[in-house]
T-cell receptor, first 110, second 112 residues
């Protein structure tokens, strides 16, 4: 079965502090992992995907197959990073079924 | 450039009724997927359509059905509504089966 776990519902940090949003997954095949973000009153949008291995808005995420994790990190949080973050996986089923975690709300205080 | 558009934005239905939700993909996108997001949860996959054919189905009862039209727009139909069907229904479009999915703002369905 495909499953994504985000253990924290809420993560509150101060501006300039490091951020790590945790994501663990369960999948027997070769998944593709994503982070989606939803800013206040905006639609869900892709932040980054593991195959692209790029940094978006200062965020990075590394796929750790041994620990089945795909944690999202940023060294210095900004107030504009406050949003809802969802980790998702897509299995090698031939079609794009995204399996989402329950999400983590990140609050960055000044 | 308009993104994925969904209509209506909100609606209220009574238990047992039927509802049709509509989605217009980004121009040039041939794949449409539907997700259900219950309050406090992440989106849950319902269907994916590509080139007007169903390509994937999630774990939802047969009361849920969908179709894709020649212009690639899509409808999600839900029959015999239950209180538990109350949720935000999201549509996502992508150029092909496994390229980046772009989400609409969603339709908020309340069943009373």
């Amino acid at each position: 079965a495909q499953r994504v776990t985000q253990p924290e519902k809420l993560l509150s940090v101060f501006k300039g502090a490091p951020v790590e949003l945790k994501c663990n997954y369960s999948y027997s095949g070769s998944p593709e992992l994503f982070w989606y973000v939803q800013y206040s009153r905006q639609r869900l949008q892709l932040l980054l995907r593991h195959i692209s291995r790029e940094s978006i808005k200062g965020f990075t995420a590394d796929l750790n197959k041994g620990e089945t994790s795909f944690h999202l990190k940023k060294p210095f949080a900004q107030e504009e990073d406050s949003a809802m973050y969802y980790c998702a996986l897509s299995g090698d089923t031939g079609f794009q079924k995204l399996v989402f975690g329950t999400g983590t709300r990140l609050l960055v205080s000044p | 450039d308009a993104g994925v558009t969904q209509s209506p934005t909100h609606l209220i239905k009574t238990r047992g009724q039927h509802v049709t939700l509509r989605c217009s993909p980004i121009s040039g996108h041939k794949s449409v997927s539907w997700y259900q997001q219950v309050l406090g949860q992440g989106p849950q996959f319902i269907f994916q359509y590509y080139e007007k054919e169903e390509r994937g189905r999630g774990n939802f009862p047969d009361r849920f059905s969908a179709r894709q039209f020649p212009n690639y727009s899509s409808e999600l139909n839900v029959n015999a509504l239950l209180l538990g069907d109350s949720a935000l229904y999201l549509c996502a479009s992508s150029f092909s089966m496994n390229t980046e999915a772009f989400f609409g703002q969603g339709t908020r369905l309340t069943v009373v």
